[in-house]
């Protein structure tokens, strides 16, 4: 599939994206101040860009931490599941914790991930996207905050790959093919 020829199409730019992590800080500023527990977690690998920038735009004291999931059909295209690779490193019971993830595409891998971290008995649990695609949901989630929604097209940059390229973009872009 990376055989195929394709150029990238700039969708949202790297000075939106630094434009809009700004505000988005602000907001999560007001929600977590005060709070001395707070552990930022980021889903690998696509949210490593933004959580980079989102921590440091963050004036709070923070831990950050990394879960990687997976998910993959079954056999059977309705259905979803979501394997963990690689689990927290730290407990989060009694803790402030906000999960970083790049995507919210089916819905799947962020409410998974939300419904294990909940089970674990933190004080507070709050995810953020940075991109949304609303109209590919397949289970009711929405992520406390959003930094854009987009559209159903497929995305690289700032973190999001295309068979693991590209994460190395600074911008967003949409994959456009030319064969
Ligand atoms: P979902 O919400 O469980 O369907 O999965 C979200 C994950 O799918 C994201 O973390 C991405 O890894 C991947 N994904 C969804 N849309 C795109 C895209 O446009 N480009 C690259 N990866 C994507
Ligand atoms: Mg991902």
């Not at 860009?49 to 999931?69: K, M, N, Q, S, T």
């Not at 059909?73 to 730290?90: N, Q, T």
């Not at 933190?122 to 995810?127: D, F, G, Q, Y």
């Not at 996207?129 to 992520?143: C, G, I, N, Q, Y």
């Amino acid at each position: 599939m990376s055989e195929r020829p394709y150029v990238i199409d700039q969708m949202i730019s790297a000075k939106s994206i630094a434009a809009r992590i700004e505000e988005l800080c602000t907001e999560i500023h007001n929600e977590f101040e005060g709070t001395d527990k707070l552990v930022v977690v980021g889903l690998l690998r696509g949210s490593f860009v933004f959580i980079a920038d989102l921590v440091r735009e963050l004036d709070l004291p923070v831990e950050v931490d990394f879960l990687e999931a997976s998910s993959y059909g079954d056999g059977m295209e309705s259905s979803r599941e979501v394997r963990i690779l690689k689990d927290l490193r730290g407990a989060i019971e009694a803790r402030d914790v906000l999960v970083v993830e790049d995507i919210v595409d089916t819905g799947h891998t962020l409410n998974h991930v939300t419904n294990l971290l909940k089970s674990r008995n933190p004080a507070r649990l709050k995810s953020i996207a940075l991109l949304d695609k609303p109209s590919r949901r397949e289970v009711d989630f929405k992520a406390d905050w959003t930094g854009f929604e987009i559209p159903d097209e497929f995305v690289v940059g700032y973190g999001i790959d295309f068979a693991q390229r590209n994460r190395n973009l600074p911008y967003i872009g949409t994959v456009r093919f030319i064969d």
